[in-house]
C-alpha cells in the first residue's frame, strides 16, 4: 500500500511559479513509477506529468510542456511538480498518483494508478 500527500498549492499571479511536492510512503520501501494530474471544475481529470520508478524517464501532458517539471529524490520517496510560467488555465486541484509499476514506464492514462493522494488547489490569477 501506498499513502500520497501532496503540499505546496496556493494562488499566485499569472507567469508566477509554485513547486508541488508529493510525500510517499510505502511499507516496501519498492519505487513505482508516478505522475501529476489535475481536475479543474466542470472538466475531466487532466494528465500533467509522469515519471518512472528508475531511470529517470519523464512524460508531459501537451498543455504543460516547456513549462513544468517533475522530478524524484534518489530514495523516490518524493516528487516534485515544479511549474513555472503559470497561466489561469493551470488553474485546477493537483493530485499525485501512484502506479505499481517499478520500471521504466511512464503512464498518461489513469488506469495504472492505484493509489491517489487527496489533492492540492492550485489558483492562478490573471
Known amino acids: 500500500q501506498v499513502q500520497l500527500v501532496e503540499s505546496g498549492g496556493g494562488w499566485v499571479q499569472t507567469g508566477g511559479s509554485l513547486r508541488l511536492a508529493c510525500a510517499a510512503s510505502t511499507r516496501t520501501g519498492i519505487r513505482y513509477s508516478m505522475a501529476w494530474f489535475r481536475q479543474a471544475p466542470g472538466k475531466d481529470r487532466e494528465f500533467v506529468a509522469a515519471i518512472s520508478a528508475i531511470g529517470g524517464n519523464t512524460r508531459f501532458g501537451d498543455s504543460v510542456k516547456g513549462r513544468f517539471t517533475i522530478s524524484r529524490d534518489n530514495g523516490g520517496n518524493t516528487m516534485w511538480l515544479q511549474m513555472n510560467s503559470l497561466k489561469p488555465e493551470d488553474t485546477a486541484v493537483y493530485s499525485c498518483?501512484?502506479?505499481?509499476?517499478?520500471?521504466?514506464?511512464?503512464?498518461?492514462?489513469?488506469?495504472?494508478?492505484?493509489?491517489w493522494g487527496q489533492g492540492t488547489q492550485v489558483t492562478v490569477s490573471s
Open positions: 498518483a501512484s502506479s505499481i509499476s517499478s520500471g521504466y514506464q511512464t503512464f498518461s492514462r489513469e488506469s495504472p494508478y492505484a493509489y
